[in-house]
């Protein structure tokens, strides 16, 4: 996300739904908005934030049916209802934002310029946080991705060093 927006409000139509105050939770960060005109409260989770909770919830969960049905040939149904409810959950932490975004749309052409949210916390990866919610929905799914691909690749050239120099 870019600067946030004014967004048109999803309980009185109008494009008077402002933000008010950033703040960094645990792995993203939030944005407040309130309605100008019918004083609805509402937070919106940057687009690549949702991203990266996505791809790294589908890796688990792919990982997880590897280990539960590709692995093992008796899977109980408690191992099975258990899985299911991780998905479901998934859905959830990734569909209630995503659809706080469709249903509170950014105004095209808000009649106002909007002061920059200064965001006040202490949160050891602001930075990187607020770097990366720049990148939007297909940044956040790209992210973990690459993060995998550089971590196996200095896992590689560990071991290749090793084999080549050390014979181990
Ligand atoms: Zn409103």
Known sequence: MKQPEVRICMDC???TLIPVSRDIQIYSSS???KCETCEA???????ASIGVLITVGLLVLAFWWYILFARSSDTDIIGTSIY???VLALVCITGIPLLAH?????AKNPDRELPDLTVNSEHIAKKLI???EK???LGGLIA????LLLAMGIVFIIGYINYTFFGI
């Open 130 to 132: 607020l770097y990366l």
């Open 102 to 106: 469709i249903m509170n749309p950014v």
């Open 84 to 86: 299911i409810a991780a």
């Open 144 to 147: 973990p991705l690459i993060l």
């Open 31 to 33: 944005i407040r908005y």
């Open 41 to 47: 409260k509402i937070e919106i989770q940057p687009l």
């Open 13 to 15: 139509d109008q494009p």
């Open 135 to 137: 990148f939007g929905l």
